[in-house]
């Protein structure tokens, strides 16, 4: 296993980590994801560790704690060798209190996930969310009192905006304050509208990407193929709704371009989707999910081996886009793209 920094900070992580939004399955969306109990999470837990994954990335909001209550569980007696990233931020009730990332939410959601996960700290707690009712000041404040009170180690931010990021980060400067060495996003070779503005900024700024949904919601599974019906045990025919949208023939013509490269490589196409991302600037680590064993091993296949660069320029046309205003200009207007190259 590869290990890299986090951002600019100094906490070394693996470039793979475990996503445990399948631990727990409560509600329509999660129960889709999966339904892991303690028993077949402290399996995969095993599964990681023995691989040398020991990032383990939850949130309060998943399966309405039930995610955090069975990783705790699962980690029991071995705190000392794992990373726990959870985040907070979204609804977790119907109250107002429920919600955001005032002070007095923050502390109280704090608290709760310690409770749920068994442990004294949180290594990495990240904003599951902007919160635009809650100044950016109170929020910094509040985790910095956190940080200083021990029960987080590190933070950061999750599907932000660039705006909101760099606001965070030249607050967090002027005050003394934790900067964000995190960010949560969402990045794939079915969606790449995190490089245009969020990328750059994380360079800059170094701020790590933690990847998720490296296999864009489902979609690059190797399953799910031009002119064939969408598999009966696809979970797109449950969550298509609350994911990124696709479009089709952009999607058959990735995958085509994944089946090649599969083929040259004798690796799997989720293996090859995953190990694209781990060349790309900025990500830190890509956080993979996992039903059940067979999958986890298959994902964790991901590395070891390394891509060409023929290889990695044909799945980057197979996926390009063109970003939107006021980006598009550096991309196809000479003067705009001397001034600008893209990050490499």
């Known amino acids: 296993m590869e290990y890299r920094n986090l951002g600019a900070s100094g906490l070394k992580v693996p470039v793979l980590s475990f996503g445990t939004g399948t631990f727990g399955g409560q509600g329509p969306l999660f129960s889709a994801w999966g339904r892991s109990g303690a028993s077949e999470a402290r399996r995969l837990i095993d599964i990681c560790l023995e691989a040398g994954v020991n990032l383990f990335d939850t ?16 980690i029991k007696g071995r705190r000392d060798q794992v990373l726990i990233s959870t985040k907070t931020g979204l609804p977790m009730g119907d109250s107002p209190l429920d919600a955001g990332t005032s002070r007095y939410r923050l502390v109280a959601a704090v608290d709760a996930a310690l409770q749920r996960l068994g442990t004294d700290y949180i290594d990495l707690l990240q904003l ?10 109170e929020v910094l404040s509040a985790l910095d009192a956190l940080v200083r009170a021990g029960k987080l180690r590190y933070v950061g931010a999750s599907n932000f905006s660039g ?3 760099m606001k965070s980060l030249g607050v967090a400067e002027r005050h003394g304050w934790p900067r964000y060495v995190a960010h949560q996003v969402y990045y794939s070779l079915v969606g790449r509208d995190y490089e245009s503005e969020l990328m750059p900024l994380a360079l800059d700024q170094g701020v790590g990407a933690l990847v998720w949904s490296p296999l864009g919601w489902g979609r690059l599974t ?32 990735i995958v085509d371009a994944l089946d090649a490269v599969a083929a040259e490589t004798g690796r799997s ?26 999958q986890l091993r298959d994902n964790l296949g991901a590395v070891g081996w390394s891509l060409s660069a023929h290889q990695i320029a044909r799945l980057d046309r197979a996926s390009a886009v063109m970003p939107a205003y006021p980006y598009y200009p550096y991309r196809i207007q000479e003067g705009f793209a001397r001034l600008n190259p893209p990050p490499v």
């Open 59 to 74: 949130a309060d909001v998943y399966s309405n704690g039930a995610s955090e209550e069975i990783l705790g569980a699962a």
């Open 128 to 137: 599951h969310a902007f919160d635009a009712f809650t100044p950016v000041d």
């Open 222 to 253: 190797g399953k799910i193929r031009r002119g064939q019906p969408l598999p009966t045990n696809s979970r797109l025919h449950e969550t298509a709704q609350f994911g990124p949208p696709v479009d089709d023939e952009k999607l058959y013509a």
């Open 269 to 294: 196409v989720p293996q090859v989707a995953i190990a694209w991302l781990l060349t790309r600037p900025s990500v830190s680590s890509v956080i993979m999910g996992a039903r059940d064993e067979a």
């Open 163 to 165: 705006w909101h990021l």
